[in-house]
């Protein structure tokens, strides 16, 4: 079955360094999404990307659709301690009936020290 | 986005019981809603696909017997987890939406 893998699993930082965690499907997706989870909380929808090379910025934080629409990445520029949290990435079930059905990765928690 | 409520925040019970746990669509019609679990530091799993009307349909496996689901409304799903034991302890999320989804603030449970 479709496999999203993400690394690193872990990743910690210093406040003002930067942060990149990558992602990588077994299937081509139709779209990628990425949510953010923090400490004691639910995800929540950042972005979603559609188009194969497709690059989106919010802010600090910069995503990317790899060319085969099989891999994506998310960098954070200047991480500030708001930034932690964990990071997940998730790619909808391919079929009719699987509107909605999202793969999640196995997520990057970000520590980021002061 | 839609705005999602989850009932109780958390829950703590005996081996054995049955714990509900609601979901609610305060401003979004849903026809569809998915229940997910999530262990300690690890990812969401997807559990089943609640659908308004008819039957749940179930990821591979989850116990359909013992994950209950009922959606009753286009804005409440509810997961019954019956005879809890402790490895069932875990955090429970609801989500709706289209390729978006939006999620519940979750149920901890913990069966002792």
């Known amino acids: 079955g479709q496999q999203v893998m993400q690394i690193p699993q872990y990743q910690h930082v210093q406040e003002g360094e930067d942060f990149t965690t990558y992602c990588n499907s077994s299937t081509t997706l139709s779209n990628i999404q990425w949510y953010k989870q923090r400490p004691g909380g639910h995800p929540v929808f950042l972005i979603q990307l559609v188009k194969s090379g497709e690059v989106k910025k919010q802010k600090r934080l910069t995503f990317q659709f790899g060319e085969a629409k099989k891999n994506s990445s998310l960098h954070i520029t200047a991480t500030q301690t708001t930034d932690v949290g964990t990071y997940f990435c998730?790619?909808?079930?391919?079929?009719?009936?699987?509107?909605?059905?999202?793969?999640f990765g196995q997520g990057t928690i970000l520590t980021v020290h002061p | 986005g839609a705005v999602v409520s989850q009932h109780p925040s958390w829950v703590i019970c005996k081996s054995g019981t049955s714990v509900k746990i609601e979901c609610r669509s305060l401003?979004?019609?849903?026809?569809?809603m998915f229940w997910y679990r999530q262990f300690p530091k690890q990812s969401l799993m997807l559990m089943a696909t609640?659908?308004?009307?008819?039957?749940?349909?179930?990821e591979q496996g989850v116990e359909k017997d013992k994950f209950l689901i009922n959606h009753a409304s286009l804005t409440l799903s509810t997961l019954t987890v019956t005879s809890a034991h402790p490895e069932d302890s875990s955090f429970y999320i609801c989500s709706l939406g289209g390729n978006e989804q939006f999620f519940g603030p979750g149920t901890r449970l913990t069966v002792l």
């Open positions: 998730a790619g909808p079930r391919a079929g009719g009936t699987s509107y909605g059905k999202l793969t």
């Open positions: 609640s659908n308004e009307g008819s039957k749940a349909t179930y």
């Open positions: 401003d979004f019609q849903a026809t569809t």
